[in-house]
């Protein structure tokens, strides 16, 4: 049987917040300990989807690169690189979709809202869960850690597998999903929405870099009701419901536990202690992003030769697919 590779990838959004930390990179950091061929993408093609400016993605892939290392990811054990480093994922997209039908793509939830909020389409925009697709197929990945908004683009990917596979001949594995194990992390100002780098509101988000008293600040002002008692109940209490998801996940345990620990506490000074939590947990990870923030040749460095890597595992497989395909 063939060996587990595993493939994930994040945009260059700057500096991650608290939901990209819980839901993803922390099981990305474990992940390494597991599996012995692991591959972490920064997503650059993928960010130019929607409007962008060339300094502020610059300065986002650098900030990215030193936000994972700084969470754990080894670069000694992970090859960690920059997508548009390495050509074979724009060339097997374009393979790939040319086997891939217009409704299929239409029906994506993602490209439904984004294409909804900006009131046009571009190509790319429209086409890049086939980049997806191809991301993950070019190194012939049999696992992908994905959170559940996800779930529709892997299953994507799967079926351009199948596809490729039916015209071409058995090639492709199909790649399964390594579903995230923390719920996401909601909006401290708004609970009904995911945390995102995108939400306007001011106090709203936690990022890696923020300051000790940025992070109790935001906690303080968080969203929550009118009982003062702390339960989990996301149905009915979804403000206080999240910040025990989130203290939960912060110390690594249930939120019945984190509900136990509330005991005799009401809501104001719960939110001190989950802070308090989230403060110490990123402690580690934000001094390390500040300090690393500050050797961009070391970043620069790691990206090239994680790039080089890549380049050199997706070589025989793109030239595998070219002589599939008949070129
Ligand atoms: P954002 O929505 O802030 O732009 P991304 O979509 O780039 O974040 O997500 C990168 C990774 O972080 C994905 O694996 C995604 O599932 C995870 N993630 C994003 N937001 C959250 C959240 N609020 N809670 C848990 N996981 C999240
Ligand atoms: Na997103």
């Known amino acids: 049987a063939p060996l587990d590779r595993i493939f994930s990838g994040i945009q260059p959004t700057g500096i991650p917040h608290l939901g990209n930390y819980l839901g993803a990179l922390e099981s990305w950091v474990n992940l390494q300990d597991r599996h012995s061929s692991v591959l972490y993408s920064i997503m650059d093609l993928h960010s130019i989807t929607v409007p962008q400016d060339p300094t502020a993605l610059r300065h986002s892939i650098l900030d990215m690169t030193a936000s994972l290392l700084a969470c754990g990811i080894d670069p000694s054990r992970t090859v960690l690189f920059q997508q548009s480093h390495v050509p074979g994922h724009a060339t097997l997209s374009w393979i790939l979709g040319c086997r891939t039908s217009m409704p299929r793509l239409r ?18 925009l429209y086409t890049y869960p086939v980049l997806q697709a191809a991301d993950i197929l070019l190194y012939r990945s049999t696992h992908v850690p994905v959170g559940e908004d996800q779930v529709q683009h892997l299953k994507l990917a799967r079926d351009a597998a199948r596809i490729f596979n039916h015209h071409y001949g058995p090639f492709f594995p199909e790649p ?8 996401k992390v909601k909006s401290l100002r708004d609970p009904a929405v995911k945390m995102s780098k995108s939400d306007p509101q001011r106090l709203a988000t936690v990022l890696l870099t923020d300051s000790p008293e940025d992070v109790a600040l935001k906690f303080r002002k968080a969203v929550t009701d ?21 203290h939960a996940a912060v110390l690594g345990g249930t939120v019945e536990q984190a509900v136990a620990q509330a005991r005799g506490l009401d809501t104001a000074q719960y939110k001190q202690v989950v802070a308090d939590a989230v403060i110490e947990r990123l402690r580690p ?26 380049r050199e595992l997706s070589a025989p497989v793109l030239r595998r697919v070219y002589q599939l395909v008949g070129f």
């Open 226 to 246: 009118f009982a003062s008692e702390v339960t989990f109940d996301p149905e009915a209490r979804p403000g206080v419901s999240n910040l025990v998801a989130i």
């Open 176 to 183: 399964q999903a390594l579903l995230s194990p923390t719920s």
């Open 285 to 310: 990870v934000r001094d390390e992003i500040l300090r690393l923030r500050r050797e961009p040749g070391y970043l620069r460095s790691v990206l090239d030769e994680g790039s080089r890597r890549a």
């Open 107 to 124: 029906h994506l939830p993602q490209w439904k809202m984004k294409s909804r909020q900006r009131n046009e389409g571009y190509v790319g």
